[in-house]
Every structure is written in C-alpha cells, then in structure tokens.
Nanobody, 124 residues
Framework: QVQLVESGGGLVQAGGSLRLSCAAS????????MGWFRQAPGKEREFVAA?????????YYVDSVKGRFTISRDNAKNTVALQMNSLKPEDTAVYYC????????????????WGQGTQVTVSS
C-alpha cells in the first residue's frame, strides 16, 4: 500500500505560481510511476503530468500546461512535486497525486493509489 498526501494548494492571482507537493509513505515511490491529475467543478478528472514507467526521468504533460508546469521527484525524500507557473483561471481545480505500476500515463484507471487532493484556485 502507498499512502499519498498532497499539500501546497491555495488561492493565487492569474500569472502567479504555486508548488504542490505529494508525500508518499508505505512504499518507495522509486518503484512507481507518479502522476498528477486535476478535477474542476462539474468536470471529469483529467491528466496533468506524469513520469514514464519505463524511464524514471521521462515526463509527459497535457498540452494546456506544457511550458508552465514541471513535475519532479525526490526519491530520497519519497516526494513528488508539481511546480505551476503562469497560472490561469482555467487551472482552478482539485489536484491529485497518484501512483501506478503499469498502464498508460494518462489513464486514470492505470493508477493504483491516490491522494485526497489539494485545492488550487486562480483568480482573474
């Protein structure tokens, strides 16, 4: 079992930055491919960013965040982060950290473990 706890969400003005953190316990995240998803009110949960399963350093991003968001990991601290810059009102959502052992990086069903989420609100 892997327990994931997100932190770092909050209220920020458009153009600002936030850094989300995901602390893992129970298992080492080096054995998992980690990802971030988000869910806006009234919308389905969507993929945001993830590490490759085969190559721990390769990353993937949804087009809408490319160039603005960066996913990183610290295996020694068992944490994953999402640095979010140039935030837009449409980035407002609950952000979830997740871990998978297989499957597609963008597929919600591929992820075995999820955090409880952290709210990000971007005002215009």
């Amino acid at each position: 079992q892997v327990q994931l706890v997100e932190s770092g969400g909050g209220l920020v003005q458009a153009g600002g930055s936030l850094r989300l953190s995901c602390a893992a316990s129970g298992r080492a995240i080096r054995n998992y491919a980690m990802g971030w998803f988000r869910q806006a009110p009234g919308k389905e949960r969507e993929f945001v960013a993830a590490f490759s399963l085969s190559s721990g350093s390769s990353t993937y991003y949804v087009d809408s965040v490319k160039g603005r968001f960066t996913i990183s990991r610290d295996n020694a601290k068992n944490t994953v982060a999402l640095q979010m810059n140039s935030l837009k009102p449409e980035d407002t959502a609950v952000y979830y950290c997740a871990a998978r052992r297989g499957g597609s990086y963008y597929s919600i069903g591929a992820y075995n473990y999820w955090g409880q989420g952290t709210q990000v609100t971007v005002s215009s």
